[in-house]
């Protein structure tokens, strides 16, 4: 920017003159409107205390009712106030522990439908959510890639410190399972097949399956496999008495039976 000092061969001018430049003024005009407001102002670091400059080091103070629009790389090594809408589209870099108070969001929307959480070093409480009191109520711990349910210390990828209830639901037709854990199966008015899903697809999944209904009923209740796969060496099984049950787990190939 060329130097805006009034200079001594200059007359001392003010606004709204016919022919001659304001000079008095100049300086403020560099940055503010004729009105007194700051202009938008276009730099590759914007540091302040107290106003807006550029090129400083110091705590940037965004007044209510302002917007920043961010394009570009921010590193922020001091202090940053903003009590108005902020929009960064690039990184947001701080060299301290930033601390966002009354921060209200709808939704977290993150580009190409992925959104990455990744410390700089890994540790046993690297991402945590907790309530107002500060109880944990989710914790993923790094170090040991681990995630914990209500507790800040889990002992397996995956601890809950607490009850469980898993997805379960009625059939009284065939049908493939599904995303439900339990299935229970009702025969009274017809056959029930549930078919378990392919083996390889579903590697690790575990369903439970009880046959239910008032005794005795003339319909079966089967559980089969896909073409191909087996469970235990067979293709399918049946649940002929009233809450016979069967716990199976996929291995990748077939489907093992944990439990009758």
């Known amino acids: 920017m060329a130097d805006q000092r009034i200079q001594y061969t200059e007359e001392m001018v003010g606004a709204g003159h016919p022919t001659k430049s304001d000079t008095l003024n100049r300086l403020s005009l560099v940055e503010h409107n004729t009105d007194g407001t700051h202009k938008d102002i276009s730099a590759t670091s914007v540091t302040a205390s107290g106003v807006v400059k550029t ?3 110091g705590t ?31 990184d947001l870099t701080s060299d301290a522990s930033p601390t ?10 993150a580009p190409s439908n992925s959104l990455v959480i990744k410390p700089t070093t890994d540790a046993t409480t690297a991402v945590q959510v907790q309530d107002k009191d500060g109880n ?16 800040t210390s ?22 493939t399972a ?14 029930v097949i549930l078919t378990l899903p392919a083996a390889a697809t579903y590697a690790g999944r575990i369903y439970h399956i009880v046959r239910v209904q008032t005794y005795p009923s003339a319909y079966n209740c089967i559980v089969a496999c896909q073409s191909g796969e087996y469970i235990n060496g067979e293709a399918s099984l049946a649940l002929e008495n009233n809450y016979d049950r069967v716990t199976a787990q996929s291995n990748g190939t077939g489907w093992i039976i944990l439990g009758r």
């Open 100 to 109: 966002f108070a009354g921060v209200n969001t709808a939704a977290i929307t």
């Open 178 to 191: 599904g995303n439900y854990t339990t299935y229970f199966l009702n025969a009274s008015s017809g056959e």
């Open 55 to 57: 090129n400083s080091t």
């Open 136 to 151: 944990a109520i989710l914790t993923v711990d790094t170090t040991n890639d681990r995630v914990g349910i209500g507790t």
């Open 154 to 175: 889990p002992t397996s990828p995956l601890h809950g410190a607490g009850a469980t209830s898993l997805g379960y639901t009625t059939i009284t037709s065939s049908g």
């Open 60 to 90: 940037l103070d965004v007044a209510a009712g302002k917007t920043v629009n961010v394009d570009d790389n921010v590193t922020v090594s001091a202090e940053l106030h903003v009590e108005a809408a902020t929009h960064v589209n690039q």
